[in-house]
């Protein structure tokens, strides 16, 4: 079987993030897949990857025709069809939240045309079921395949780096960031309120990502940003714990990274958070459910209370922290990449079977 792949997401800007490393993961696994003959598919499309005539014209000059034509996201699929389709979708957040609806009939009409593959690949139990709902599609054309974790976090080194020398020896909480552009389901606006009531037990917060110099400096707070893989899988081992805030995830990497270092997350009960986290002492209710719509919330005192109690447990009592490390490192387990290659064989093999 001849499979066209899509790694367009490579040819824009952040690529080594989001759809890009999704893009190059995928890769890296379809290619050793037996049975399977693979030839990316990639170059000329626009940044923002919609210019479907470019996607067209790539797979238009591929001679013989691919019988599969593999699209890492809705928008990299072209307006004719000339093979069978495997459309990967990463989430439903344009049709699901209405501060997203900027993004408008545009953006509606990419989700809708995925309507027409013959199968779609979703990163969760939770996507999945978006998609069969959303996009009207019956549950046994859609697989998983859950995106594994880099092994740079599973073997996370002992030693913080030079760059991060200030907190060696701090007990402190990680949050990431990515303040370059608004996206309200993050609710990173809850992290300093967390910081906040943290340093009254003496635990510093360390701000990652991108764009943390926007996050305000106080006491108790260190920004760091753009770390390499291996620089913040060191944080996070060192870590008393993960605070991720989000609403709503197709998946959800940035916590199952921290689990894989060895650091306990706390998180919140919703989308596909629950489902990749899967330690239930790492979730927390929502107290703003994305359903609600409600995303610019405050957190609740009665939340943040919580946090603050989990987190100075950990932080104090030696044996509640051994065994939080070891639940992280065992709920991370199953994304050490070997079902992700199983799963995405297995969606490749039904076209074969069709």
Request: with cysteine.
């Amino acid at each position: 079987m001849r499979i066209a792949l899509d790694q367009f997401s490579l040819s824009g800007p952040g690529a080594d993030r989001g759809l890009g490393r999704y893009a190059t993961t995928i890769a890296a696994a379809a290619h050793s897949t037996p049975g399977i003959s693979v030839v990316n598919v990639s170059g000329s499309a626009r940044d923002d990857g919609t210019d479907l005539f470019a996607v067209q014209r790539q797979l238009g000059r591929m001679k013989p025709p691919p019988d599969v034509y593999h699209a890492t996201a809705v928008h990299h699929l072209p307006l004719l069809k000339s093979s069978k389709w495997l459309c990967t979708v990463q989430d439903t957040i344009p049709l699901d939240l209405k501060q997203y609806s900027k993004l408008g009939l545009k953006s509606r009409a990419l989700f809708f045309n995925a309507r027409r593959s013959d199968r779609i690949l979703a990163n969760s139990e939770f996507t999945a079921a978006r998609v069969q709902d959303k996009l009207k599609m019956s549950r046994d054309r859609i697989d998983i395949c859950s995106l594994p974790v880099s092994r740079a976090y599973f073997d996370a080194p002992k030693d913080l780096p030079g760059t991060t020398r200030a907190i060696d020896g701090l007990k402190y909480i990680v949050a990431m960031v990515d303040l370059r552009t608004p996206d309200p389901r993050k609710r990173f606006h809850w992290i300093p309120a967390v910081a906040k009531a943290l340093a009254n037990e003496d635990i510093y917060t360390v701000v990652v990502g991108r764009g943390t110099s926007a996050f305000p400096l106080t006491d108790h707070v260190f920004r760091f940003d753009n770390l390499s893989d291996t620089e913040l899988a060191a944080v996070y081992k060192n870590a008393v714990a993960f605070f991720y805030p989000s609403a709503y995830e197709g998946q959800g990497m940035p916590p199952l990274e921290a689990m894989a270092a060895g650091a306990p997350v706390v998180a919140f009960q919703n989308s596909a958070i629950s489902e990749m986290v899967s330690e239930p002492t790492f979730l927390m209710e929502d107290p703003s459910p994305w359903r609600q719509g409600n995303l610019d919330s405050a957190l609740p005192s009665d939340s943040l209370q919580q946090i603050v109690a989990q987190v100075t447990l950990w932080a104090t009592d030696d044996n509640e922290m051994r065994s939080a490390r070891e639940r992280a490192a065992s709920a991370s387990l199953r994304f050490d990449g070997t079902e992700f290659r199983a799963q995405l064989q297995s969606a490749y093999m039904k076209f074969g079977s069709q």
